[in-house]
T-cell receptor, first 111, second 115 residues
Framework: LAKTTQPISMDSYEGQEVNITCSHNNIATNDYITWYQQFPSQGPRFIIQGYKTKVTNEVASLFIPADRKSSTLSLPRVSLSDTAVYYCLVQRDTGRRALTFGSGTRLQVQP | DAGVIQSPRHEVTEMGQEVTLRCKPISGHNSLFWYRQTMMRGLELLIYFNNNVPIDDSGMPEDRFSAKMPNASFSTLKIQPSEPRDSAVYFC?????????????FGPGTRLLVL
């Protein structure tokens, strides 16, 4: 499995755009990039997944450059409720596989 | 849909006691996963099942831990005897095989404290 590296923590203010970058230098051809969000006292929750270029949903955008060695999760106009830990995962195609979580990025949004 | 259901939500027990954690996956989901989360080790997989069959139990710490999935709607994780180092939040997650993306749905977790 490809190892991921992301910042331990980030701070932001309400209304700002937050970009969290994840490095995955040894990503393989069949690997997908997935981001999960975990609020205190809750289980992780799927946010977004992509393979290349850009993916956008109602929650976030995911930018993946051509070499796929990194990815950036973009949260537009964060609010206090976006305070959480964000995990970047690299998973081998699809199938009945377990997730390997790293340390994640703890995002603190201030008023 | 009620989501993944776990019980109990909190458990406090004494060292040496048996602890049983329960999970009801989302109806129709074929795979079920047990994870453990601690400050020191983060989120780590313990075991996962597909169609009620254990596929990978390499994350189970030792023989004190056992997991079963007698049917598609129920799984248990048992610790016997429990030790203080087992204190953690235990999450159950499920996913349907038909999903093309690797999306798992996590339950609220069971917070276990072994004194």
């Amino acid at each position: 499995l490809a190892k991921t590296t992301q910042p331990i923590s980030m701070d932001s203010y309400e209304g700002q755009e937050v970009n969290i970058t994840c490095s995955h230098n040894n990503i393989a051809t069949n690997d997908y990039i997935t981001w999960y969000q975990q609020f205190p006292s809750q289980g992780p929750r799927f946010i977004i997944q992509g393979y290349k270029t850009k993916v956008t949903n109602e929650v976030a955008s995911l930018f993946i450059p051509a070499d796929r060695k990194s990815s950036t999760l973009s949260l537009p106009r964060v609010s206090l409720s976006d305070t959480a830990v964000y995990y970047c995962l690299v998973q081998r195609d699809t199938g009945r596989r377990a997730l390997t979580f790293g340390s994640g990025t703890r995002l603190q949004v201030q008023p | 849909d009620a989501g993944v259901i776990q019980s109990p939500r909190h458990e406090v027990t004494e060292m040496g006691q048996e602890v049983t954690l329960r999970c009801k996956p989302i109806s129709g989901h074929n795979s079920l996963f047990w994870y453990r989360q601690t400050m020191m080790r983060g989120l780590e997989l313990l075991i996962y099942f597909n169609n009620n069959v254990p596929i990978d139990d390499s994350g189970m710490p030792e023989d004190r831990f056992s997991a079963k999935m007698p049917n598609a709607s129920f799984s248990t994780l048992k610790i016997q005897p429990s030790e203080p180092r087992d204190s953690a939040v235990y999450f159950c997650a499920s996913r349907p095989d038909r999903d093309l993306v690797e999306t798992q749905y996590f339950g609220p977790g069971t917070r276990l404290l072994v004194l």
